[in-house]
């Protein structure tokens, strides 16, 4: 609605309507107020509606809207409750019926305005049955449905006059022409008849020449029947190399071939096209038929808006979402004989794929081997109509080759010439470039000294005056002309043009009826036009809700896959589990000893035990160090207390065996003695 109120705006605030309006205060217009300016757009298009509704009562505009909407062949409503709401909002003015019929009058407002003006001339009068018993009346009227119908043709042909591809100003062109070609002719037949009328013997030299043009026009026609002899015998020749490699084809196809094999060949080729013939054309004969019957109901269908679309949207939701529950609930109450025959039908439905996708590659490689052939067969008659045959050969090869030398060397020759003749078209730009600023300058001297002088534009009115003498000299040679030749020239040029309309009429009248039919298919294919447009705004809108409903489909279908996959993945850890636990079980309760050790039961106890075992050894170690840690403690402190002692032994034999080197102390042995190393404690 927003996008049709803001059309009609616009098209109100152009000309002619000027009317300064926008979107509010358009919106805002009372019932009065709105019929007024579909009065005002139905007066651009017919002007005797130009009429102030003030004026008129309700009743008279509404009669008087519907005249015009009828004669311009507006589409109400069909059903009657539409149609009784489609006069009652024409009446009070009302915006949804006022808006439409605004809208289609900018859309088609120059196809209008004929139609308009046709209706003038062409909505017949409405007598009354008992008046037409007056013998008056009666040829009154029959004379004016007569000059209706002069009316309609001179109208016709108006209209194909004024589309017709003639222009009067080529044609002016073409007699002009013509006339001078023919004057031309007509001096040089009249110079020629001079000089034979001098010679004694004319009679017969101009037999003989006629005889001579004969047998010219005789050679032509002959040379004509010998090139299609030519091209006859050539397309035989081909049709006959075409039929001997055809032949050699089915030769070398039966070579090894037994009825056996043939039948079973015409066999396949009958059932695929017994099945091309009963199941796939029928098929597309209905769904093209189904098609069809979509779009004429489209068609038929008025212009929709974006509320209806909104409308449409909202099913296509509610019924998308019904299926979507049915399947839901056919899924859930599965029956397991229909599970185990969806297997069948699924494979069944694959085979059917493959068989109409088969079929399709079989009549599209049919349809391009036919195209192929007819492409073919075109170009060899491209071929032999241009003599393409033809290939020359030994002697013949090698004059065509020293002939394309010797073009070849003049081609260099004219190549260097060219190169020559384009330096000097260089140079003699430049000096003509050079000559230009010397004219301007001295035109600029010459233009000062005029100024200095008092004489400003001297020059230009001297070229002015030479200029116009030329031209009155032209028109003073044309004036010379006789009278004589000026009527011959008119009777020509009345000769010419009646001969140009005798040959133009078999055209015109051809193209009378085609021009009317063209404009007919032009109203047709604009009014489809726009209810394509309409449509495919529609469907491309549904498109891309569907498109994003299948993107979320997707989406939802990856994270459903994904959990299924995670799922599996631990029902499978879970099962391997599940394996282990049994497989323990079994070991634990078999009565089997070695078995039974294999069990990781078993296992873990015996490694429980021994880790029990380690740790009381480890305790009772632990006790011991405790008991001894006060004895060991003692002996560590006189081991320190030992080794202090002899440091200080060491130090002091250290200090006191520098002064007493002779002699011997407690702690140092005699001479000859090997000292040990004694401990006392």
């Not at 006059?161 to 022409?177: A, V």
């Not at 195209?371 to 060899?380: A, H, L, M, N, P």
């Not at 005056?465 to 031209?471: G, N, T, W």
Request: aromatic share 4%.
């Amino acid at each position: 609605m927003s996008e049709q109120l803001k059309f009609i705006v616009q098209a109100l605030n152009k000309e002619p309507y000027n009317k300064r309006t926008n979107l509010i205060s358009f919106d805002s217009l009372q019932s009065d107020q709105l019929l007024q300016t579909l009065t005002d757009v139905l007066a651009e298009i017919d002007p005797k509606q130009k009429i102030d509704v003030r004026g008129e009562t309700a009743d008279q505009t509404a009669i008087r809207i519907f005249n015009v909407l009828r004669i311009l062949k507006y589409k109400p409503p069909t059903d009657h409750e539409n149609l009784s709401e489609f006069r009652e909002g024409i009446v009070k003015g009302e915006k949804p019926v006022i808006y439409p019929i605004l809208e289609w009058l900018f859309l088609k407002r120059d196809d209008l305005k004929k139609r308009a003006y046709l209706a003038r001339f062409l909505v017949k009068v409405e007598v009354a049955p008992d008046q037409l018993q007056d013998e008056e009346v009666s040829d009154l009227f029959g004379k004016y449905e007569v000059t209706m119908e002069e009316f309609k043709e001179t109208h016709k042909s108006v209209e194909s006059l004024r589309n017709s591809g003639f222009s009067t100003g080529e044609l002016k062109r073409d007699i002009t022409t013509m006339e001078d070609e023919k004057e031309q002719l007509s001096k040089r037949i009249e110079r020629l008849r001079r000089k034979v009328e001098s010679l004694p013997n004319k009679d017969k030299m101009l037999t003989v020449a006629r005889s001579l043009r004969l047998e010219a026009d005789r050679e032509t026609s002959i040379n004509n029947q010998k090139q299609d002899q030519r091209n006859t015998l050539t397309h035989c020749e081909q049709r006959y190399q075409r039929l001997q490699s055809q032949l050699k084809d089915m030769k070398q196809s039966s070579v090894g071939a037994t009825p056996e094999g043939l039948m079973e060949r015409l066999d396949e080729e009958t059932r695929i096209n017994s099945y091309m013939v009963k199941d796939k054309l029928p098929k597309d004969i209905v769904m093209k038929k189904k098609s069809l019957q979509d779009l004429e109901k489209v068609v038929n269908e008025p212009a929709m808006g974006q509320a209806d679309l909104d409308v449409l949207n909202q099913q296509i939701k509610e019924i998308s979402s019904e299926i979507n529950q049915l399947i839901e609930k056919k899924m859930m109450s599965g029956d397991p004989i229909d599970d185990k025959l969806s297997l069948f039908r699924q494979q069944a439905n694959i085979i059917q794929r493959k068989k109409e996708g088969a079929a399709e590659s079989l009549a599209e490689a049919r349809d391009e081997l036919a195209q192929t052939e007819q492409g073919i067969s075109e170009k060899k008659e491209l071929l032999s109509q241009s003599d393409g045959e033809e290939v020359l050969k030994g002697e013949e090869f090698k004059r065509y080759v020293s002939k394309l030398r010797g073009k070849s060397n003049i081609y260099k020759k004219k190549r260097q010439e060219m190169a020559e003749l384009t330096a000097e078209i260089g140079v003699l730009s430049r000096t003509d470039e050079i000559l230009r600023m010397k004219d301007q300058q001295l035109n600029q001297q010459l233009t000062v000294l005029e100024d200095k002088k008092g004489v400003s534009g001297y020059r230009d009115t001297q070229e002015e005056l030479e200029k116009v003498s030329a031209v009155k000299g032209e028109l003073d040679d044309m004036k010379g002309k006789t009278l004589e030749d000026i009527s011959e020239m008119v009777r020509k040029l009345t000769a010419r043009i009646s001969e140009k309309k005798s040959a133009l009429a078999p055209i015109i009248k051809e193209l009378r009826p085609l021009r009317q039919q063209c404009q007919d298919l032009t109203v047709t294919h604009n009014e489809q036009k726009m209810l394509y447009d309409t449509t495919a705004a529609g469907l491309e809108s549904n498109r891309a809700k569907l498109e994003q409903e299948v993107r979320g489909y997707r989406e939802e279908c990856s994270a459903e896959e994904s959990r299924f996959h995670y799922m599996n993945s631990m029902k499978k850890i879970l099962e391997t589990q599940q394996q282990k636990i049994n497989k323990e079980m079994k070991m634990y309760m078999s009565s089997d000893p070695l078995e039974k050790k294999q069990s990781f039961r078993e296992i873990y106890s015996k490694k429980i035990q021994e880790q029990e075992n380690l740790g009381k050894s480890l305790r009772e170690k632990q006790k011991m160090v405790r008991e001894s840690h006060g004895p060991n403690m003692r002996q560590m402190k006189m081991w320190k207390d030992l080794d202090r002692l002899i440091e200080c032994k060491q130090q002091y034999q250290h200090s006191t065996g520098t002064g007493s080197a002779g002699r011997f102390t407690d702690a140092s042995p005699p001479p000859g003695q090997e000292q040990h190393d004694q401990l006392v404690l």
